[in-house]
């Protein structure tokens, strides 16, 4: 009796292992100056890359880049390609908006970082304010800074311990959010390096969209804040049934917790993130990545009466270091970007175009998952879209983990790569820019069909 071959979100294995070996010889074969130049030049960095994340393109080897412009990105050996990664959301806006790149070019001239408030402070504070709600605003260099610092107020302020987040979240580095669910049972997540600490005593892992889990947490007393995407990203997308939200909010009042958005990829959802779109009610808010138009920057808010509490807690306690802040945070240069992005390309009418653009990419991609018959699903948030070669809608991220097939995703990214589509290494995520054009779409639509086309012939 003959052995059953393993099937991979509906696609024999033998088949994905086919075309990702062919598609790697292709890619290799396109890039034979940029294979030398690492080759010669990469035994300087640690795996031969600068920031390990690197590796974890499904790509032989990463793409050497000479240049990223609008929604287009080309390699040293003169590939081009329509980005739709865009920095896994860090340029989300497009590369180098011009308005930023104007702000960078006259700051240079007047320093880069001092320690001190600029001008440009004051301005970036008030467009904050009037984009994403009244909050009382610090600045961080990454959202990971900006969630634990977050974490240290909330802590301070509630006098409790523990973090909960929703198994298979991601909120950066922070080592409350690496917790897993299993068996019931809240643990550190497997692969962790160097992992000493115990993060069960300091966090909880629920599961998203479960409000009775998150009571049931919260009963214990000894949670201090909840800590959520307003759709858990990061993992094969899973978006909030009605009234989750609310309930979150409704509870963090009842066990006196407080409610910490993380808006860092959901800023696509429309202007002033999800939390504005939706009238979400956080007691902080997070946001990174293109909050400054791709210079490094985060913010971190507390809502007015979260911030009366926390400066009743801070003039209680001891002279000293608090824990919270980096030399760099809140730079010039930081300032400078905020106020261009914030008042010239993060707008109404820039979110209109990537809504509409992003709008026609989930539709082709849908139509393509139909007509070829594959159990896929296709989700879409604001700006942001994702195909998941699992049916769906997915509930929770367990549901999430078990969705992902990454040999299947690499054997796809790999294809999209070689016809021009660079998508985000990530869980097929896509970005619309307001510099990403109509053909850009359809020929993304295009590959993604003819892929499916061959993989379930």
């Not at 700006?383 to 983990?401: D, Q, T």
């Amino acid at each position: 009796m003959g052995q059953t071959e393993d099937i991979i979100g509906g696609v024999a294995a033998s088949r994905i292992a086919a075309v990702r070996e062919r598609e790697a010889e292709t890619y290799a074969k396109a890039r034979p100056e940029t294979a030398a130049a690492l080759e010669q030049g990469s035994g300087a960095w640690l795996g031969a890359v600068p920031m390990h994340w690197m590796k974890d393109w499904p790509m032989p080897f990463p793409m050497l880049v000479e240049k990223a412009q609008g929604a287009t990105i080309a390699d040293i050996d003169g590939n081009e390609l329509d980005d739709f990664c865009l920095g896994d959301t860090g340029s989300m806006f497009g590369h180098s908006p011009p308005p930023v790149a104007k702000a960078i070019r006259r700051q240079a001239r007047r320093g880069l970082t001092y320690m001190l408030p600029s001008e440009a402070t004051l301005e970036a504070g008030r467009l904050l304010t009037r984009v994403f709600g009244d909050f009382r605003w610090q600045i961080a260099t990454t959202a990971t800074d900006a969630n634990r610092f977050s974490l240290r107020v909330a802590r301070a302020v509630t006098g409790k311990a523990k973090v909960l987040v929703f198994n298979g979240c991601y909120h950066g580095t922070v080592d409350e959010a690496m917790v897993e669910r299993v068996n019931g049972r809240t643990v550190a997540r497997a692969g962790l390096a160097g992992q000493v600490a115990d993060l069960s005593k300091t966090g909880v892992a629920c599961e998203f969209n479960d409000l009775a889990d998150v009571e049931a947490a919260l009963k214990k007393g000894d949670v201090a804040a909840i800590l959520t995407e307003p759709v858990m990203t990061n993992s094969c997308m899973v978006l909030p049934q009605p009234g989750f939200h609310d309930g979150l909010r409704a509870l963090a009042d009842k066990y006196n917790a407080l409610l910490i958005i993380d808006e860092t990829h959901t800023i696509s959802s429309g202007l002033g993130g999800y939390t504005r779109v939706y009238g979400l009610r956080p007691d902080i808010f997070v946001a990174g990545k293109c909050i400054a138009g791709g210079m490094p920057t985060a913010v971190w808010g507390l809502s007015p009466k979260t911030a009366e509490a926390w400066a009743r807690t801070d003039a209680d306690r001891p002279s000293g270091h608090s824990g919270m802040g980096t030399t760099l945070s809140a730079n010039p240069m930081q300032f400078a970007c905020l106020v261009a992005n914030l008042s010239e390309v993060m707008t109404a009418d820039n979110y209109a175009r990537m809504e509409k653009g992003a709008a026609r990419l989930h539709r082709g991609l849908s139509k393509a998952v139909a007509r070829r018959g594959a159990p896929w699903h296709v989700v879409r948030v604001g700006a942001r879209v994702e195909f998941i070669c699992a049916p769906g809608p997915l509930a929770n991220g367990a549901g999430a983990a078990g969705a992902h097939k990454p040999a299947l995703e690499a054997a796809v990214h790999l294809c999209l790569v070689n016809r021009g589509c660079l998508i985000a290494p990530f869980h097929n995520m896509m970005l619309v820019s307001p510099a990403t054009s109509k053909k850009q779409v359809d020929r993304l639509v295009d590959a993604f069909d003819a892929i499916l086309a061959e993989l379930f012939s």
